[in-house]
């Protein structure tokens, strides 16, 4: 049977609008996209935006997906009434000319807000799925009120952390309505690799099977934490470590980073990788020794879950977490990886070299990760769980 078939003869109809989805990078769009072609198949109808290669990404795609122009206009007030608008009329054609059982929205706003209004209207449960980020720093007066109005005349919200469902226990949600689901992996996308499948990457950026490869994936934003492994990364080698460092992602912190490597005389041993395919993604994650994400809270800018860590355990690789946000839920400290105080060089530097210089432990951590990622965050389990909310 395909990862992607249905999980059981059940047919889920339902209208899940989400302004993020693939081909648009990003872990909320894979797992939108991952999740309901496991539940279903063309009487799923997926309500997103309208991308660059979007059409011909859904032309083999398993649900219905409609695509709409979503763009914010600098002359209305609010900017993104003309989005909220189209993205209401859209998914209210949709609902009215398809049997929908239940709307499902990525977001609270804006898709929270429509979904509410078009599950009332066809009268039928809203499920809306919480990050952790936009609860943290959306504080806006009227936009944190709108949050909290959508978020309390919902039917469900699935939080995708401890940490995230605390923080809507915060604001005043109701505890009953609401159920963590975490994001997950595709295992059979992310598996262990004999080191010999991708001695080629390590050869494209200089380094051979005995130097040791640190590796972080994500945006390039300071909350990431990318500028710690870097400044790590220098005391690792003035404690003849021989380490190099790959990053995979863009982002507004590019040149910050740039001269940091700069700043840091570690020129030769960090490469900036930008985008890479999807099929070389977990050769990338095999290639490296560790996987490093230390990210920390930046003005309650914090990570939510981090599906990156998930992906990397997948791979059998230990990996280190900063202890900001919902990480505790991807990485079990001491036992699949580290989670720390990322905002003190030292702890992450300790953690690097312990990894890196004792073989032994790193093969341990790898082993329970994996295991880990691979019974309970496998996207077959998070699709069934999804199915099971009490309302649907």
């Not at 595709?186 to 050869?203: Q, S, T």
């Not at 200089?206 to 130097?211: A, D, L, M, N, P």
């Not at 910050?256 to 030769?268: A, G």
């Given at each position: 049977?395909?990862?992607?078939?249905?999980?059981?003869?059940?047919?889920?109809?339902?209208?899940?609008?989400?302004?993020?989805?693939?081909?648009?990078?990003?872990?909320?769009?894979?797992?939108?996209?991952?999740?309901?072609?496991?539940?279903?198949?063309?009487?799923?109808?997926?309500?997103?935006?309208?991308?660059?290669?979007?059409k011909?990404?859904?032309?083999t795609?398993?649900?219905?997906?409609?695509?709409?122009s979503?763009?914010?206009?600098?002359?209305?007030?609010?900017?993104s009434?003309?989005?909220?608008l189209?993205?209401?009329f859209?998914?209210?054609?949709?609902?009215?000319?398809?049997?929908?059982?239940?709307?499902h929205?990525?977001?609270?706003?804006?898709?929270?807000?429509?979904?509410?209004?078009v599950?009332?209207?066809?009268?039928?449960?809203?499920?809306i799925?919480?990050?952790?980020?936009?609860i943290?720093?959306?504080r806006q007066s009227t936009?944190?009120?709108?949050?909290?109005?959508?978020?309390?005349?919902?039917?469900?919200?699935?939080?995708?952390?401890?940490f995230?469902?605390?923080e809507?226990?915060?604001?005043?949600?109701?505890?009953?309505k609401?159920?963590?689901?975490?994001?997950g992996v595709?295992?059979?996308?992310?598996?262990?690799?004999?080191?010999?499948?991708?001695?080629?990457?390590?050869?494209s950026?200089?380094?051979?099977?005995?130097?040791?490869?640190?590796?972080s994936?994500?945006?390039?934003s300071?909350?990431?934490?990318?500028?710690?492994?870097i400044k790590?990364?220098a005391?690792?080698?003035?404690?003849?470590?021989?380490?190099?460092?790959?990053?995979?992602?863009?982002?507004e912190?590019?040149d910050?980073?740039?001269?940091?490597?700069?700043?840091?005389?570690?020129?030769?041993y960090?490469?900036?990788?930008g985008?890479?395919?999807?099929?070389?993604?977990?050769?990338w994650?095999?290639?490296?020794?560790?996987?490093?994400?230390?990210?920390?809270?930046i003005?309650?800018?914090?990570e939510?879950?981090?599906?990156?860590?998930?992906?990397a355990?997948?791979?059998?690789?230990?990996?280190?977490a900063?202890?900001?946000?919902?990480?505790?839920d991807?990485?079990?400290n001491?036992?699949?990886?580290?989670?720390?105080?990322?905002t003190?060089?030292?702890?992450?530097?300790?953690?690097?070299?312990?990894?890196?210089?004792?073989e032994?432990?790193a093969?341990?951590?790898?082993?329970?990760?994996?295991?880990?990622?691979?019974?309970?965050?496998?996207?077959?389990?998070?699709?069934?769980?999804?199915?099971?909310?009490?309302?649907l």
């Open positions: 049977m395909s990862n992607k078939d249905n999980l059981n003869n059940q047919s889920h109809r339902y209208l899940v609008i989400t302004e993020l989805f693939l081909p648009t990078k990003g872990g909320t769009a894979v797992w939108f996209d991952e999740v309901y072609q496991r539940i279903g198949g063309k009487e799923i109808h997926i309500v997103t935006k309208d991308v660059e290669g979007g011909e990404y859904d032309k795609h398993k649900n219905t997906v409609h695509r709409v979503l763009k914010r206009h600098w002359w209305l007030r609010p900017e009434l003309a989005m909220y189209k993205l209401f859209k998914s209210l054609k949709v609902a009215l000319t398809n049997k929908i059982d239940a709307v929205t990525g977001r609270v706003l804006p898709e929270g807000l429509v979904g509410l209004l599950a009332r209207i066809i009268r039928k449960p809203l499920v799925y919480a990050h952790g980020e936009e943290t720093t959306w936009k944190f009120k709108v949050m909290k109005f959508t978020y309390q005349h919902a039917d469900k919200i699935i939080a995708n952390s401890e995230t469902k605390g809507l226990e915060k604001i005043g949600i109701d505890t009953d609401i159920i963590k689901i975490s994001p595709n295992i059979e996308r992310f598996r262990p690799m004999p080191i010999e499948d991708v001695m080629d990457l390590r050869e950026i200089g380094i051979t099977q005995k130097e040791k490869l640190i590796l994936v994500g945006r390039l300071r909350r990431k934490g990318f500028d710690q492994t790590a990364l005391q690792l080698r003035e404690d003849n470590i021989d380490a190099h460092y790959a990053l995979i992602g863009i982002g912190d590019k910050y980073l740039q001269k940091l490597v700069k700043e840091y005389k570690v020129n030769d960090v490469h900036f990788l985008h890479v395919s999807m099929e070389d993604l977990p050769r994650h095999n290639a490296a020794d560790v996987f490093v994400m230390p990210n920390r809270e003005d309650g800018d914090t939510g879950f981090g599906m990156v860590f998930v992906e355990a997948a791979c059998g690789k230990p990996v280190i900063g202890n900001a946000g919902g990480t505790g991807a990485v079990i001491e036992e699949t990886g580290y989670r720390i105080d990322a003190h060089l030292e702890n992450l530097t300790q953690a690097l070299s312990k990894i890196l210089l004792d032994s432990l093969e341990q951590i790898g082993k329970k990760a994996y295991e880990r990622a691979t019974k309970n965050y496998n996207w077959n389990v998070v699709a069934k769980t999804t199915t099971q909310i009490s309302c």
